[in-house]
């Protein structure tokens, strides 16, 4: 079964940068689609961004396109997710989804 750990949150400015890390265990992460979710306070889970197991290709919600970037290490079992220009809208905990399993979310702040 596969365990997924995700750290690399905190409290940023807007306009600041943070590089999130999902850490997977098991032996096949590299057959697994990966995804990045977040959800804010009062507010329902959504898709932030996916990459393939196939072929590596990403795809991306509208709202961060061009800002936030999703990438994995599969020699490593990590899954990453690089923020920029963050904005006080994506406040939110952020989970990584793979194999149906999810972690425990790691926190973003960002503050105006």
């Known amino acids: 079964q596969v365990q997924l750990v995700e750290s690399g949150g905190g409290l940023v400015q807007a306009g600041g940068s943070l590089r999130l890390s999902c850490a997977a265990s098991?032996?096949?992460?590299?057959?697994?689609?990966m995804r990045w979710f977040r959800q804010a306070p009062g507010k329902e889970r959504e898709f932030v961004a996916g990459?393939?197991?196939?072929?590596?290709?990403?795809y991306y919600t509208d709202s961060v396109k061009g800002r936030f970037t999703i990438s994995r290490d599969n020699t490593k079992n990590m899954l990453y997710l690089q923020m920029n220009s963050l904005k006080p809208e994506d406040t939110a905990v952020y989970y990584c989804?793979?194999?149906?399993?999810w972690g425990q979310g790691t926190q973003v702040t960002v503050s105006s």
């Open positions: 989804n793979g194999a149906n399993t």
């Open positions: 990459i393939r197991s196939s072929d590596g290709s990403t």
């Open positions: 098991g032996r096949t992460f590299s057959s697994y689609h």
